[in-house]
């Protein structure tokens, strides 16, 4: 017992706890309409372009913050449009947009060299970088995406599951959507520091599929994978700590190790209830004018 | 635009509409009045669900006017094929998720438990309640949609081929819902590929094949040579029991080119 808390007498162990909890549960949150929506390709792309910003934003001296936050939200916005207006081979444009982005990213560290905050902390995800400046920044996400959800759980809800009728209903789904990926991009670079670039789409993704199996209920569902992310944030972070292996790939794998767990017990039910979960939601055709108005 | 009767609730007047290719919709006229229960026929890719998105407000035209009553409140069900059954909704959730004004708190309060349970039960599935959307029987799927229509309190009801893939059973039962809410004030529109089944019972039918090509009651419509221009095909009218009953006149062309048999 003593070996397991000896970590906690750190202060870089004690912030790494927290912001790995916080970051769980945040995208556990998050998670659950990325996956509902059939956005996991987004997430995992929008996690990548926010690799350039982070470069760029390295590279220029420019706080990390503020030059990968333009990066992530100016992403977030463009690969929302070309999903809203199904631009023909929108994931095609998506993958080019986020790839390139990403590949920039890699070429400046080549050529320029490490600058600022740890290359490989970013891609991989490390503690060793975390101070309390990150803890107040995911807090703050988190209590900001919290709010978001908590009062706008209805018409997130309606847009997610039904988004033409939604906007037939008078909810602002164009809105709703750019909050959505917003919270999304906010998210990605809270978490960024300890769960690392290439990791973030899986916690975005493993909590919601395991609370799927779990409840047919989406308010349960909602809860349960928000819970699941943290604890996994939490075990996590402390088997890389005793494990000597990078905070990402630990998180990552002790939710992998649950899915596995949780997909064994449910049996049939389990895989029912996720069958559809490759299913994209729809969003509303826009009629394009042929005759002049 | 103004309305030709005080009881109009939406006036289509010249209305066209496009995905980008070829018109959808061209030149379509049409009003909805109050407790007005029509149904809009035709083959596949004849613009129904189109011209029915059109009303709802969620499809703009690209040219034509639409007039809608000012606060005219509508509720919509869409077609069982659209919805997505392994999302994780509850009945009651998928119900209540359509009330998004004068709440901000996630959970449902005493009264919007009592209005979902009072509509639940008017349309005889309260019980199901706590059931995923998934595990009911088509029919009761359908309730479920048109439950979260009603919570609305809408004036015009859309539904998009309600009786698609359901048994004759279950038609039975959509189809005395919907003149029960027909009778208490409720005015529907629906589209149905079904002309004996459903169209024949309603009192009022619109033939569209990217344009009106008929309306008027199933006896003033339904005849050999409005559904020739709508189908495209020949079909036979007979009556029976006082309703005109559809039958497809199938025959094998002369000029058909047969299919020859290569044997093996």
């Known amino acids: 017992m003593e070996e397991l808390l000896r970590p906690l007498e750190f202060d870089f162990f004690r912030n790494g706890l927290i912001v790995a909890t916080l970051a769980g549960a945040l995208c556990g949150m998050v998670g659950v309409y990325v996956v509902l929506k059939g956005m996991s390709y987004i997430g995992h792309g929008l996690s990548h372009a926010i690799f350039g910003g982070f470069a760029a934003s390295a590279l220029l001296g420019v706080n990390f913050a503020l030059g990968a936050g333009v990066w992530g939200v100016a992403s977030a916005l463009m690969i929302n449009g070309v999903t809203r207006r199904r631009v023909i081979g929108a994931d095609a444009a998506i993958g080019v947009i986020t790839t390139a982005s990403f590949a920039l990213g890699l070429a400046l560290f080549a050529l320029f060299g490490r600058a600022g905050r740890s290359f490989e902390a970013a891609l991989f995800g490390s503690i060793l970088g975390v101070g309390p400046e990150d803890v107040w920044a995911i807090l703050a996400v988190t209590v900001l995406v919290g709010l978001v959800v908590f009062f706008g759980y209805r018409q997130l809800l309606f847009t997610t599951f039904d988004p033409e009728v939604a906007e037939a209903s008078g909810v602002r789904t164009a809105r709703v959507d750019a909050l959505l990926m917003l919270a999304l991009a906010g998210s990605i670079l809270a978490t960024m520091q300890v769960l690392g670039v290439t990791l973030i789409a899986a916690t975005l993704v493993i909590p919601a599929t395991v609370a799927r199996m779990l409840t047919d209920s989406f308010s349960r569902m909602l809860l349960l994978a928000t819970g699941i992310g943290a604890v996994t944030g939490f075990v996590g972070m402390n088997l890389s700590y005793h494990l000597d292996v990078q905070s990402g790939p630990t998180i990552v794998l002790v939710g992998a190790a649950l899915f596995a767990v949780v997909f064994a017990l449910t049996g049939r039910r389990g895989r029912r209830r996720t069958a559809g979960l490759d299913r994209h939601a729809t969003t509303p055709l826009v009629p394009v004018s042929s005759t002049p108005r | 635009m103004t309305p030709s009767s005080a009881t109009e609730l939406v006036r289509l007047a010249g209305v066209s509409a496009s995905y ?195 309306e008027g009651s199933p006896r003033q419509v339904l005849t050999p040579d409005v559904l020739e221009r709508t189908y495209g095909a020949k079909m036979e009218i007979l009556e029976h029991a006082g309703m005109p009953v559809v039958l497809d006149r199938y025959a094998p062309a002369d000029n058909v080119v047969r299919l020859r048999k290569t044997g093996a």
């Open chain 2, 20 to 214: 980008g290719g070829d018109p959808v919709l061209a030149g379509v006229d049409l009003a909805v009045t109050a407790r007005q229960f029509s149904g809009i026929v035709g083959p596949s890719g004849s613009g129904k669900t189109t011209l029915l998105r059109v009303l709802l407000g969620s499809v703009e035209p690209s040219a034509g006017t639409v007039w809608r009553r000012p606060g005219l409140r509508v509720g919509y069900v869409p077609q069982v094929e659209a919805v997505d059954w392994s999302f994780p909704v509850t009945v009651s959730e998928c119900v209540l998720m359509a009330r998004t004004h004068g709440r901000v708190l996630p959970w449902r309060s005493r009264s919007e438990q009592a209005e979902v349970r009072r509509i639940l039960g008017r349309l005889g599935i309260e019980e199901l309640a706590a059931r995923h959307i998934r595990d009911l029987s088509g029919g009761q799927q359908q309730r479920v949609f048109i439950a979260r229509a009603l919570l609305g309190a809408p004036e015009l009801l859309l539904m998009d081929e309600p009786t698609s893939g359901v048994d004759v059973r279950t038609r039975h039962d959509v189809l005395h819902l919907l003149e029960d809410l027909h009778g208490d004030g409720l005015a529907i529109v629906l589209t149905t590929h079904d002309l004996n089944g459903m169209a024949a019972h309603l009192p009022h039918v619109v033939c569209l094949n990217t344009e009106v090509l008929g």
